[in-house]
């Protein structure tokens, strides 16, 4: 992308603003912290990926520091393998990262104290109403809330009840501690919110030594502030949260002086891609996908094996940039990002997907040239590869038309093409099997039209590529496209709008030989098809190749 306009983005970015004033200020000193605060409950999406490289990069331009911090309060839905998954994605898209890797449950003990001296400053109590009957009391948008008839217990009373419901003397559901605010709040979320629950679980990290766990919205607060968090960015859906994260730390003493600023923007969502972890969650479960990184998903692990860079999606990130108004971002600035990464640093290679023989009629049976191939013309420095030629060779079944329509400049009987970096060949004769598909191409050459030596100059329109029949390397390759079919779904019925043709598996693809030299996780691209990586599933005796992107401007 294109340098000046990101410096442009970044100048309008309005979360720099507020950290370039409060640097000026002097709010927190000289320091700028930031955090990625996920829920261990899923593997990390596209989405998440923008929240990391914006609080990654925020610390990185004003030499902070950025938090891994999981937010692993809810002992029922986590679950150890996301914890890995999640740091080995923030450790790809932030290579320079320092692995501050953080988890909300070693704060417990902290939060636990904190909410005491919130009781004792009279400004939490603990309730005795069922869930349903404070979900009764809470109003509702256009009416205030009622008062719980223990909203007034003694601080005395309340210090005992905490400890005893800290102690496991509860069951749960039994008692809460809530917020002592205002009932009659225009804010529903200021109207005496439940802090602390009781949850007879076993926690990941910290086993069955609590049997009390923080709400999220008392938890959150507490945890950036004791990190010392200096920018608390999340997405849109928090801005109503933003009045009760203020009231808690500007209630505790050790961050009332500076407390955390909770800053929101909207969330990413992609065209063509359903995102929400829930929803990506049923379809590997019900098996829609083979598994999260299945390269069809919008997770980080699915981008990585389809072979999508840690730079394109920065700068993917970079270039949508932030704002407060939700929207759509299409697709095609993904992939654009990735082709412009891409563009310059893999080689070309000639890859038949779809293969039919094309015979030389006229050409020495025995006989091979080496033609002298460019491996990247944007990038001379890449150099050249020597690529064998011979009598038989591999087209693409869809260069070469019995009968073709007007404007098809590529092979049909009677008709020339060049040979890409060979020779021009004439097609004089194809060959069909007994259900009328055809089998062979027969051609003749031109011993004077080698790439590269003087020849009449005469023009041909097409270009085709080849694989020499003879020295061809087998693979596998996969070509994937958009998860969703059309724009039109939603969480109700995403599963009914699925693309049916997201993947498509060719078995017989044929590829110059110098893709031997390659290992998994190398990428190319394959001349006319766009760009590739050879996948983790590939075998010695089973060459798999993922399509990342096809090339912008189809050669058709
Ligand atoms: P999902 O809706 O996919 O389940 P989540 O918000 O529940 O996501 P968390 O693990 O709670 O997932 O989120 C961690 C962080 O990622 C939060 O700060 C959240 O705001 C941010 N985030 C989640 N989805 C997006 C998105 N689509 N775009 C940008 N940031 C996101
Ligand atoms: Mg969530």
Redesign the pocket.
Known sequence: MNDNNAENRESVNFIQKIINEDLINGTYGNRVQTR????P??YL?V??A??ICLNYGLAKKNNGIFNLRF?DTNPTKEDESFVESIIKDVKWLCPDWEERIFFASDYFEKMYEYAVELIKKGLAYIDDLSADEIREYRGTLTEPGKESPFRNRSIEENLEMFEKMKNGDYANGEKVLRAKIDMASGNINMRDPVIYRILHETHHNTGDKWCIYPMYDYAHPVEDAIEGITHSV??LE?EDHRPFYEWVLNNLDDFKAAPTKQIEFA???LSKTM????YLKKMVEEGYVDGWDDPRMPTVAALRRRGYTSEAIQSFCEAIGVSKAQSVVDIAMLEYAVRDDLGPKVPRVMAVLNPIKLIITNYPEDQVEYMESENNPDNPQMGSRMVPFCKELYIERDDFMEEPPKKYYRLFPGNEVRLRNAYFVKCVDFVKDAEGNITEVHCTYDPETKSGSGFDGRKVKGTIHWVSAKHAVDAQVNLYDYMMEDQDYDKTNFLEKLNPNSKIVLKNCKLEPSIKEYETGDRFQFLRHGYFIIDTDTRLDNLVFNRIVQLKSSYK
């Open positions: 990625f605060p996920p829920e409950n899923g999406h989405g998440h923008k929240s937010d999340c997405t928090f969330k990413l969502f995102m929400g972890k829930r």
